[in-house]
């Protein structure tokens, strides 16, 4: 079993990787702006810094929900919380369209975690564009959490899929697949499971995940 401090220090190294992109277009867009004297130029660099500083707010939103202790730990988390920032993820990436099937006011914060990390691996693998679908219900005092990417093109990497499972050797686990085992950890903690399927043209993630003591019902 990996340590905590290791798997702490991989999804730091996840974050970093993730907001390089967005924070260091900031850096350039103030660079060119500052030298920049045409104001159509002046407003289109404007766009991009605005672009820039909304991807980058977006992403700090989804890394506090999915890692972080928003909210206090053992507490339920608003559905429209979870709603909000995969719907703006999409948007970011272009192309993919969400769809939701929850009717729950609000879920177990494990069980948001778990949804928020599937519903990022599927936008992850819809590199060309898609629909993501992403349900959650309450059933026999467990959440069941189904997320499916259904696109022309499904990039996935099937060891993202054995961590998720717990099928990982510690020796592979690095930053990229720090998130998925995060993840199969907190449902095994939970006495759940984690499982995925790779089709022809589809992705389907899914978590079975009992209640906490306490919030059932």
């Known amino acids: 079993m990996i340590s905590q401090t290791d798997l702490a220090a991989m999804l730091c190294s996840r974050l970093c990787h993730d907001m390089l992109s967005p924070v260091g277009a900031l850096a350039n ?6 030298d920049e004297q045409d104001p159509q130029m002046r407003a289109r660099c404007m766009e991009l810094l605005e672009q820039s500083a909304r991807i980058s707010t977006d992403k700090l939103k989804f890394f506090r929900l999915a890692f972080g202790a928003a909210g206090g730990f053992g507490e339920a988390i608003p559905v429209d ?36 990390n599937l519903a ?18 309450r059933r026999d005092g467990a959440v069941e959490i189904v997320a499916r990417a259904r696109g022309e093109r499904i990039a996935f990497d099937e060891t993202i899929g054995r961590a998720l499972q717990g099928d990982l050797a510690e020796s592979e686990i690095t930053s ?35 209640e906490p003591d306490g919030m059932i019902g």
């Open 29 to 34: 867009g103030l660079e060119l702006l500052a």
């Open 81 to 116: 919380e979870a709603k909000a920032v995969i719907d703006a993820l999409a948007s970011d990436a272009k192309r993919v369209e969400v769809h939701w099937a929850i009717a729950e006011p609000s879920l177990p914060k494990p069980a948001v975690k778990v949804l928020l």
């Open 120 to 137: 990022q691996i599927g936008l992850d693998a819809l590199v060309r564009g898609g629909t993501l679908d992403i349900g959650a219900e």
């Open 176 to 210: 990229r697949t720090a998130a998925a085992h995060m993840i199969a950890v907190l449902a095994e903690e939970m006495e759940g499971g984690l499982q995925y399927k790779l089709g022809d043209g589809a992705l389907v993630l899914g978590a079975v995940l009992p």
